[in-house]
């Protein structure tokens, strides 16, 4: 596989994980901060149906010194283990590769075999998903991780109890790889991957929702998650900074929600809203 590194000279560490974010909804695949420089890697061959929509969200958030660098093919896998760290989520959780030991003491690990997709657990949002997943009921329920990724959250959900979780993401190495993963935690039969956006959801009806996206996306398709919300069920968002909260807050009442709680970690913000 061929991979071209995306160099972009950041404003401030805010602004950078802003575009990671942002980027993370394209086909980019993993990104690496090196002071202000932020370095974001797509394939080659998918590169050219999205440079075009990357030069303007560049443009919108100022971003005027970018390059685009053709690297040598290498065993990208081998070398994203290599760096790869398991992850503890306030001490409870344990996230963690395959080719790492299980270790006592947690309530309950989730084995990730990132395959470089978002949602590994290393990053703040990701972390807050998990923690209010740990906190609220799911035993028994039929839940929902929307934009999966890895599937992590997915799978903390199943382990917490949930009866059956559905996972969705608009990329098929997003599916294959949280197939992978909730084979990997013993929860194919209750994990099932689609392929897609919000609209493979219709006619289906959950008990919660994990969205951990972006702002936009969020405010977008948050009607469709209020249609597959039985009343009294929670919508669980993150994705975006602390200073959205209350855009994301008066977006959901627009959408019969009453806003639960706030949750902060880094600068970024979870949000949790229960369905009127």
Request: proline share 4%.
């Amino acid at each position: 596989m061929e991979y071209v590194e995306l160099n972009l000279r950041t404003a401030s560490a805010e602004q950078a994980e802003i575009l990671t974010a942002e980027l993370a909804e394209l086909p980019y695949e993993s990104f690496q901060t090196d002071g202000d420089l932020l370095k974001a890697y797509i394939l080659r061959e998918r590169l050219a149906d999205c440079m075009e929509q990357t030069d303007r969200l560049l443009a919108r958030y100022g971003v005027a010194e970018r390059r685009y660098i053709a690297i040598e093919p290498q065993n990208w896998n081998a070398l994203w283990e290599q760096n790869f760290t398991p992850v503890d989520v306030d001490g409870r959780v344990l996230i963690r590769a395959p080719f790492h030991s299980a270790q006592p003491g947690y309530e309950l690990e989730a084995v990730v075999m990132p395959r470089m997709a978002f949602g590994s657990g290393h990053h703040a949002t990701t972390c807050l998903m998990v923690s209010v997943l740990c906190d609220r009921p799911l035993a028994g329920k039929r839940g929902l991780d929307m934009g999966c990724g890895t599937g992590v959250l997915a799978i903390v959900a199943a382990k917490r109890g949930a009866a059956s979780v559905d996972a969705v993401d608009i990329d098929e190495w997003a599916e294959a790889n949280c197939r992978e993963n909730a084979a990997a935690n013993a929860l194919s039969e209750r994990i099932v991957p689609m392929q897609g956006d919000v609209r493979r959801i219709a006619g289906r009806t959950y008990d919660f929702i994990a969205a951990n996206i972006n702002r936009n996306i969020l405010a977008m398709d948050m009607p469709a998650y209020a249609a597959a919300l039985r009343p009294g069920g929670e919508l669980m968002m993150s994705g975006f900074l602390e200073a959205d909260v209350p855009l994301i807050e008066a977006r959901s009442r627009e959408c019969g929600f009453e806003p639960q709680e706030v949750r902060l970690r880094d600068g970024w913000a979870m949000v949790r809203v229960r369905r009127v």
